[in-house]
C-alpha cells in the first residue's frame, strides 16, 4: 500500500535556505503542495515572490503561487540582505523576468481556499515572519478549525538548556504576527535555528562537492558560496528551513519536547520563553540524527541528477 502523502501549503520568503528547501520539496514523495506563499522577511514581498516564481520555472513544476504580505503586521522590519546578497539567492544572480505568474488572489484568501476545501488535513509549513498566517486567522478565523498543526522553523526560546541567548529573524520582524499564531491554540512544530546552524549544518567540504554531482548541486553550490553562517569559527552553512520540512516528512530522526511558548512584543521584541509541560501546545525540535539527516539529503539530491537546469556555469 502507498503511503497517503502530506497535504501542505509552503509560505516562504526565499531566501537561500528557504529556495533549498522548495527544491527538496517539490520533489520529495511524501508531500503533495497544494500552494506556494509568498512573504515579505528575507528579502522585500516583490523580490521573494519573484525567486520563488523563478525555482517554478526552473524546475518546470505545476504548483500556483499566491503573493503575500508585504510588510508586518505592527512594525517596520529589516530585512536580511546581509546574509542572503542583494537578490536573495546568495551567490545566484536569477533573471530579473520570470514567465510563471502569481494566481489573481492574495495569498491569504488563496491559503483559505486551500485549507477549506480540505479536510482538516493541509498542513501549512512556515519558513519565513508568520505575517500571512496571522492575517489569515483574523481575517477568517473559522479557518482554524481546519489546520490540523503548523510546522515552522524559527525561535531560539531563552531558558533551553544549550540554546544561545538569540533573538530569531523569523519572529523578531513580526512578533505580533507569531503572537496570533500561538493564541490560535492550533498545535505547533517548532524548529529552531539552532538545529540547523549547530546539529545539521554544513561543512565547507560538504558545499564543496556539490557542485560536482549534478545540475541542482550546482545551483546549490552557487547560492551557499556566499551563505556562510557568521559567529563560527569554521566554514558552514545552515539547513533551517531543509530541517522544519523534514521535520514534518521525517519525524522519525528529530528528538522533541512538549512546551508552550510566549513571545515578547514589548521589552525585547521577538524574545521567546518556553514553559516544559507535558501538555504543551508545541512540540520544540531539541535534536536530531545528524547522520540520517544528511544521508536524506544526499539521496533525494542524487534522485535529480537526470534534470537539467537552464542555468548559466
Known sequence: MNKQKLKVIIDTDPGVDDSVCLIYAFFDDNIDIKLLTSVAGNVNIELATRNLLHLVDLYGVDIPVAKGADKAIARVSPTAEFIHQADGLGGYIPPKNVHHKVINEHAVDAMYRVLSQGDGDVIPIVLGPHTNIALLFQKYPDVIKKI???????????????????????????????????????????????????????????????????????????????????????????????????????????KTTKVNVTVDLTDVPGKTWVEFTENGNVDLVTDLDREKFLEILDNDLEHLNGIKLNIQK
Open 148 to 254: 490540523p498543526k503548523i510546522v515552522f522553523m524559527g525561535g531560539s526560546p531563552f531558558g533551553v538548556e544549550g540554546y544561545p541567548d538569540h533573538i530569531s529573524f523569523n519572529i523578531s520582524t513580526d512578533p505580533e504576527a507569531f503572537k496570533v499564531v500561538l493564541d490560535s491554540k492550533i498545535p505547533l512544530v517548532m524548529l529552531p535555528s539552532i538545529i540547523g546552524r549547530r546539529h545539521a549544518h554544513l561543512t565547507e567540504n560538504y558545499v564543496n562537492k556539490l557542485k560536482e554531482i549534478n545540475d541542482t548541486g550546482y545551483l546549490m553550490h552557487k547560492m551557499y558560496s556566499l551563505y556562510w553562517e557568521p559567529g563560527y569559527p569554521d566554514k558552514r552553512v545552515a539547513t533551517n528551513d531543509i530541517c522544519a520540512l523534514f521535520a514534518l516528512v521525517y519525524p522519525e530522526i528529530f
